[in-house]
């Protein structure tokens, strides 16, 4: 699959997933924030500008293969997942999937409604358990946290 994508920054490697019909031109402003602090990957949704289409449909496992090939194409095995509303749907299902190569799960405004009550109540917990054990042996990652005005 060819991709439109963005990536620049140092640092850690951060994934960035954004919401439905969003690309790598209207996430640029935040997307180059985030770069500031780590290497920001981003890329445009199959079927959006720059990105082949989708062959089998926009199921969820398609979205999902999606973000496993754009990882392979750019060797990413060890990194931050961030996703905004659709893409922190995906994030949250993506990380289920590969809980060992995303590092961290970062969610702004995700779309849930469509998860079962389980998934997203065994998600908080996971989330919740997981934010102890990094308060405690790591860092925090809040400092990271930047103002945007769009």
């Known amino acids: 699959m060819n991709f439109e994508y ?8 951060l994934l960035f997933l954004g919401g439905a019909g969003s690309t ?3 996430n640029r402003p935040f997307l180059d924030g985030l770069s500031k602090y780590y290497h920001v990957y981003f890329f445009n949704y199959p079927g959006f500008k720059g990105t082949d289409k989708f062959t089998s449909g926009h199921t969820l496992d398609c979205y999902l293969d999606a973000i496993d090939e754009f990882t392979a194409f750019k060797n990413l095995t060890n990194y931050h997942l961030a996703g905004v509303s659709l893409g ?8 289920k999937k590969n809980p060992k190569t995303v590092q961290s799960l970062i969610l702004f405004s995700p779309l849930t409604r469509t998860a079962s009550r389980s998934f997203t109540v065994n998600l908080a917990k996971i989330v919740w358990s ?3 054990m990094i308060s405690r042996t790591k860092k925090a990652l809040t400092k990271n946290v930047l103002p945007f005005r769009f």
């Open 130 to 132: 997981d934010f102890q």
């Open 24 to 26: 790598v031109d209207i």
């Open 6 to 13: 963005y990536e620049k920054g140092k640092g850690e490697n």
């Open 88 to 95: 922190g749907y995906l994030a949250t299902h993506y990380a």
